[in-house]
């Protein structure tokens, strides 16, 4: 299960995210945040903001930015004014979805006639009352979905497929500023985007070490 | 904002708005608004809530998962799923419903340029009497026309033409923030901002 930390960093935490559950990190400058999809298929709901919670990552500026409609390895997140905050040092899925509507209880009542679904809103926001933050509603309504992969069929109509991730895969993202990090692991069982099955995630925070390696590549 | 006093008491709203500018407006259900680029090119960045409660907002990208068909008109949801704002006439059909508003530190980073008007500020500046949330809501950028096919994202001048209009009929009581894109730097408004016209008609009514 997992994945192998690479040369040069140290495994600062690690918290498995049961199904459908939630968490939130603090990741300073310089540290990685990685996202392991321990058992495939299965999709991770992100918010981040600056460590006082003023500034938060913007899809449109990020795809702006990037010139891209979709991030990967090498492409930035940037805040509404522009500053960049977290950077993909490494995805071995290479599919993710920048600027998706976080499932809530009122959209999946909509959808699917059901009532009382866990979401990730419900999700996003007792990360957020956890952590004793004050964050509205409408800073955690659009969020950055690793792994999610969603396609447009000939009509420009969006469709949500199943993930194609497998065990093991992950995203590594280099904190350019101090961030803090909510994250809800999808609980969606009605929708492909979880194929249907929700399953657990593991969140790591790597903190990167004085590596001989590295400063032989510099 | 004395517009929507105005609004109150004559039902109706006529106003031109350059570049840069901003109004709010208090739009009843069932009540039309019209917007019209004059000269063609303009992109209007359109914020909404419910008036009586707007911790409920315009959520685009809730907006853009319930498009059925490409060809179907605008239509506008808040982040709860409720309808906000229906298009019933648009005589142009693109419109752009996942990016963003243009703000100072964007633009200062992308050209350099300090201090220069943007859309944020012209919106919360106009949004200012009312007690909102935080964060302006990520906008619907109408006539906004971005190239998103493969995997780019660029920015390409309005799809509007000189006279093109929308015109949203009106879901529920809703507080409406506008504001006529000022961006001169790249290409979305044909790096020639322009003036808009923006109507408020009573259902019915009169509308040309």
Known sequence: ???????????????????????????????????????????ADIVCFDEDLTTRYSAGHTKLMNGK????????????????????????????????????????????????TRNCRTNLVAAVEDEGDDLQRVAISTSI?????????????????????????????????DLKVFISNCPSRRNPCNAYEPTALEIQVHEPTDSPTESDQA | MTEATDLADQGTLHRNLSPG??????????QRLRIVDQEGQQITNLVCYNRHAPDEFLETAFSYSQIRNKDQQLSLYSDRGNPM?????????????????????????????????NCQDALEDALSDYPLPD????????????????????????ASGSGDYID?????????????????????????????????????????
């Open chain 2, 21 to 30: 500018e901003s109004i709010a407006i208090e739009l009843d259900a069932d």
């Open chain 2, 135 to 158: 964060w302006l809501p990520f906008p619907a950028g109408i006539f906004k026309n971005v190239e998103e096919s493969r995997n780019e994202y660029r920015m390409q001048p309005a």
């Open chain 1, 1 to 43: 299960m997992g994945a192998a930390t690479p040369a040069g960093r140290s495994v600062q935490t690690s918290e498995t995210l049961s199904s459908g559950g939630y968490g939130s990190y603090s990741v300073d400058r310089g540290q990685i945040l990685r996202i392991v999809d321990l058992e495939g298929q299965q999709v």
């Open chain 1, 69 to 116: 409609k979709h991030a990967s390895t090498g492409d930035t997140i940037y805040s509404r004014e522009c500053e960049a905050m977290l950077t993909i040092v490494e995805d071995t899925c290479g599919t993710n979805y920048l600027s998706n509507s976080t499932c809530s209880g009122e959209k999946n009542y909509a959808r699917y006639g059901v009532k009382n």
């Open chain 1, 145 to 177: 979905c690793t792994f999610m992969n969603v396609k447009r069929n000939p009509f420009g109509v969006k469709l949500n497929r199943e993930p194609t991730s497998t065990a093991g895969d992950h995203i590594d993202f280099r904190a350019l500023m």
């Open chain 2, 85 to 117: 704002l229906e298009a019933t006439e648009d005589t142009v059909g693109v419109h752009n419903l996942r990016g963003d508003l243009c703000t100072s530190g964007e633009v200062e980073k992308r050209f350099d340029i300090e201090d220069p008007p």
């Open chain 2, 168 to 208: 949203f009929t009106s879901k529920m009581d809703l507080l409406v923030g506008l504001c006529v894109c000022p961006n001169e730097w790249d290409s979305r408004n044909g790096f020639s901002p322009s003036p808009v016209t923006v109507t408020v008609y009573e259902n019915g009514g009169e509308d040309d």
